[in-house]
């Protein structure tokens, strides 16, 4: 080893005892940081990754080490001094790997010097360093792995021209094999064992966070094959072709050829290992989630995924397929055979074919293909069926990819594809239970407890203490004994609960039998699995339906095998009517919402008029609240107050086209929630936030040109549009984590108060920035470019930070507590209101949530549409926001925590133009300040070592001594053959 380290000094030292090693890594960090900065538009793509830095090296690695290795044999054998240094005692080997480690090491430093990059971006934004680590290791095997094919190359040629060539073609092949232009031309199949062979590909792999093994083998293999075929080239210059070598010759050459093809079969035997790796990214992006695991580990039906994957597809989709499958595998290995997992090609298979198209609704999708000369039109799949029971879903290609456009190249990725295969089995499997297999599956008995006091019951509810009794008991008798109830009257002496305890332990108050009357009654059911208790209040108009759906909604709660039911109110579309008397349809509309939170859960429309909600219903999420009576309130207060999850999109403003001007106006709510949410605590406030960091929106501009006034649309700064970045949002809450940003339009800013909400849990969602400000009037929200020129907006008095969405969790106090409940009727003779459903329950359990958020059109679609026209998919940040926030609402928190690996907000900090300029400067001022202390360090290093040797000290003894005793002519002669 000591002899190797020496050989790879004596190299380093004659790269640095001229310019080219200077001149190399000089070169190097200019390219890198042109690329990175100018090329790759660094601070346009406002993303902190530093993946763009490692995207062309394995073009620009193929020639750096074909420069670095091109003189390294050629060079000795033109001059003649390779005889001499294979005949000292050193090692074939030994030279070979001192020069190959020289090589690397001279590369390695200069990737050491780019490291000032990703340490810029961590300082910039939130920067995940497991694709860089990734980045620099893929980076360093490929350098190895290039370096042994130069040597190589070098060894079979004396001319220095020709081995740098053939160093370039013969990387340039094994990188140009297993990119899309050449696997684009076969099928799926061979191009999956083209880009198992192509050093390119494999690349990608490692740099984006993921340390396979396979991957690893395959570097160390091609470097091992080269430096053996080097050794066997050196070696071979040595031999005679006498009968005498022969033995020697062949052994040497069998024992070569053995080694490679042990290198060569290892590769095929771990390739089907796809469990074999270390995933470094932050949040295991590419690792299953315990969430995962803990799904198919639930799984009591076999489950069927299957692929449906054309041979000849996109050529942007077909890198992709290896990954799906490898994922695919990831699922059917951790389920441990309850996964069966199917990947076929629909052209192979007719049948398969038909049943997809007829029975699963799975058609061939038309893509476009342009070639060099002509562009055709391919019908390719690229589907996936999930199967559970009599349950199916389907997800197409637009479901299960995204397109991204950076530097004018389009980059198609799978969006999240855990996140989406988990969501949509978790919905098949949820979907296919039923509430036999929901008491089978817990593994405790369910003790249910019916606190019901019949004699003081209110005439219109006589009968509901019968109708609860047979209905919990016709469920106990299909529980196969794993059920048991009893009845309690609270009231009675000998009761075994008294009303005060069941304040304590339950926070259960009696209902009271009417506003006159001093009687209470009880009509509760409390269930009990292991140490887990539930209240069930009772809704509706009590019939054996109503019961019987509120006692199986609690059982589906306790367990973790069903799909969560989501209620949505919207405003009504109701067409209105311009100056002219002409109808106009509404301008809003919240359809996107429904579809996307339909993809996990399953979505209803509430009629809040009713004054009920279904107990079913696992979250509320009310959009644009107005036109409400007492009923619609009642109805949202008493869905809380039985322990539920409401969301309220709940802005003062909403946008309306405005009859007499044309465009759009506000309109301000008088008629909503502000009365509900104020005795919760919790303020919406009349007026709008504006903010000076805002998403544009697209604006009508009066252009003169000449004679003639031209209007056109243009991308204008509009601060109603706030921006929510990472610095307004809640630190490590789920609902946040996975948002790089999210726009507010027209939001209302919301204060809470500290004293009603003492003893619950207030967290701040959603804030504008400190240079935002309050305008009162709703309505004005149209720029003026007469009265101010330079923005269409009045410059602020005064700017703060503004609250602009919130979260509450705990217990509350019911809006309508001593008053009438608006369900109550009155005989057409006058007398006492009576009840037609339950009393009112005037405070809620600790488990109620409720989030409020100042902005009634963040959802509409119209805004969607503007947005999507200006900002891509940006809008999507909303939809996630939602879905975010019912998984907090239903505590469905294994989702969430798969959403957010990886989607960690990488947003960079806002920047100005010279402020970006100074941070580019920076990093070309210590890459040049780098430059200079190795060298600097370097000349210090030649001055003050001696000159290095690589005979053993014996030999250089003696040889020193003969030298000596010589004649003085002899010296120099001496000298250079030692050198």
């Known amino acids: 080893m000591k002899q190797i380290l020496t050989v790879t000094r004596k190299e380093l030292r004659s790269y640095f005892g001229s310019p080219m090693a200077m001149i190399f890594i000089g070169a190097f960090l200019i390219a890198t940081l042109f690329s990175f900065f100018w090329v790759d538009t660094f601070f346009a793509r406002g993303i902190a990754d530093v993946r763009p830095l490692f995207r062309r090296l394995p073009v620009l690695m193929i020639f750096i080490a074909a420069a670095l290795t091109m003189r390294q044999w050629s060079e000795e054998q033109r001059v003649g001094t390779l005889e001499i240094l294979l005949t000292l005692p050193v090692s074939t080997t030994q030279l070979v790997i001192g020069k190959f480690l020289a090589v690397v090491a001279l590369i390695g430093i200069a990737l050491a010097l780019t490291l000032f990059i990703p340490i810029t971006v961590a300082l910039l934004g939130n920067l995940d360093w497991g694709p860089v680590i990734g980045g620099y290791l893929a980076a360093l095997l490929l350098a190895g792995a290039y370096a042994a094919i130069g040597l190589f190359v070098s060894s079979r040629t004396d001319n220095q021209i020709v081995a740098l060539l053939s160093t370039v073609l013969l990387c340039g092949v094994f990188y140009l094999v297993g990119s899309t232009g050449v696997t684009n031309f076969v099928g799926n199949e061979v191009g999956e064992i083209l880009r198992a062979i192509g050093a390119g590909s494999r690349f990608e792999s490692i740099q984006r966070g993921v340390i396979d093994l396979r991957d690893l083998l395959y570097y160390v293999t091609l470097a091992g094959i080269f430096l053996v075929l080097n050794i066997l080239s050196l070696k071979a210059k040595s031999w005679s072709a006498g009968e005498q070598t022969l033995p020697k010759r062949r052994g040497v050459t069998i024992t070569s050829a053995l080694l490679i093809v042990n290198l060569l079969v290892s590769n095929v035997w771990v390739y089907p290992l796809r469990s074999l790796r270390l995933d470094l990214t932050q949040y295991r992006e590419y690792s299953l989630s315990k969430a995962t695991r803990n799904l198919l580990d639930g799984l009591q039906e076999p489950l069927l995924i299957r692929g449906y994957f054309s041979e000849r597809t996109h050529p942007l989709l077909a890198p992709l397929v290896p990954k799906v499958r490898d994922m695919l595998e990831e699922y059917a290995i951790a389920s441990q055979g309850r996964v069966q997992v199917e990947i076929i090609d629909p052209a192979k298979e007719p049948e398969k074919e038909k049943e997809a198209n007829q029975v699963y609704g799975i058609r061939p999708t038309p893509f476009q293909i342009a070639g060099r000369y002509e562009a055709s039109i391919i019908n390719s799949y690229f589907d996936i069926l999930i199967q559970y029971g009599d349950q199916s879903v389907t997800l197409g290609f637009d479901d299960l990819i995204e397109v991204k456009q950076e530097g004018g190249t389009v980059d198609v990725q799978l969006r999240n594809l855990e996140y989406d295969l988990t969501s949509n089995i978790k919905k098949v499997v949820y979907g296919f239970q039923s509430i036999d297999m929901v008491l089978a599956s817990l593994s405790d008995p369910v003790e249910m407890t019916i606190y019901v006091t019949p004699d003081t019951m209110p005439e219109s509810l006589a009968d509901v203490p019968e109708t609860m009794e047979k209905v919990v008991q016709e469920i106990a008798a299909q529980s196969n004994g794993k059920l048991t109830y009893k009845l309690v009257n609270p009231l009675q002496a000998d009761s075994p609960m008294t009303p005060q305890q069941l304040y304590d332990t339950y926070d259960i108050q009696p209902f009271a039998a009417s506003l006159f009357s001093n009687d209470v009654y009880y009509m509760h059911i409390v269930l009990k699995v292991g140490t887990e208790e539930s209240v069930i209040f009772p809704s509706g108009q009590m019939s054996e339906a109503d019961i019987r759906n509120s006692v199986e909604s609690a059982l589906k709660r306790m367990s973790t095998g069903f799909l969560k039911v989501v209620g949505i109110w919207s405003p009504p579309a109701t067409p209105t009517q311009d100056m002219w008397g002409q109808t106009v349809q509404p301008l809003s509309s919240w359809n996107q919402v429904r579809e996307a939170l339909s993809q996990e859960y399953e979505v209803r429309t509430l009629d ?336 003050n070592e001696q000159p290095m040797e690589l005979l053993p000290p014996s030999a250089v003894s003696h040889q020193r001594s003969a030298k000596a005793a010589r004649p003085k002519r002899d010296a120099t002669s001496s000298e250079e053959v030692q050198q």
């Open 608 to 943: 809040l008029s009713t004054g009920t909600i279904a107990p079913d219903v696992d979250v509320v999420l009310v959009i644009a609240p107005q036109g409400f009576t007492d009923k619609e309130l009642y109805a949202i207060d008493q869905y809380l107050m039985r322990g539920g999850a409401v969301i309220l999109a709940a802005g003062n403003t909403v946008i309306t086209q405005d009859p007499y001007m044309g465009g759009i106006t506000g309109k301000l709510i008088t008629d909503g929630v502000a009365g509900l949410l104020e005795h919760y605590g919790i303020t919406v406030q009349q007026g709008m936030v504006l903010d000076a960091q805002n998403e544009p929106f697209p604006m009508p501009v009066i252009r003169q040109v000449g004679n003639y006034q031209i209007q056109e649309y243009q991308a204008l700064n509009y601060p109603y549009f706030v921006d929510v970045r990472s610095t307004g949002m809640a630190k490590n809450n789920p609902i946040v984590s996975n948002l790089a940003a999210i726009t507010l339009n027209w939001p209302s800013p919301i204060q809470v108060n500290p004293e009603k909400n003492a003893n619950r849990k207030v967290e701040v969602l959603l804030s504008s920035t400190s240079k935002a400000w309050f305008q009162s009037d709703p309505t004005n929200i149209q720029p003026d470019f007469d009265l101010y020129p330079d923005s269409g907006f009045a410059p602020p008095a005064s700017t703060q930070v503004y609250t602009l969405a919130v979260s509450v969790q705990g217990t509350f106090n019911s809006y309508f507590a001593g008053k009438p409940s608006p369900l109550e009727t009155t005989s057409e003779e006058g007398g006492t209101p009576s009840p037609t459903g339950p009393g009112t329950i005037e405070q809620s359990p600790e488990t109620a949530r409720l989030l409020v958020v100042g902005s009634a059109e963040f959802l509409d679609d119209i805004v969607f549409q503007l947005s999507s026209s200006m900002s891509g998919d940006r809008y999507l940040n909303s939809l996630q926001f939602v879905k975010n926030a019912v998984a907090w609402a239903t505590e469905d928190l294994e989702l969430l925590e798969i959403q957010a690996r990886g989607a960690e907000s990488r947003v960079l900090a806002s920047l100005k133009e010279n402020e970006q300029s100074f941070w580019e400067i920076l990093n070309y001022g210590v890459a040049l300040l780098a430059l200079l202390v190795l060298g600097g360090f370097v000349a210090m290093r030649r001055r």
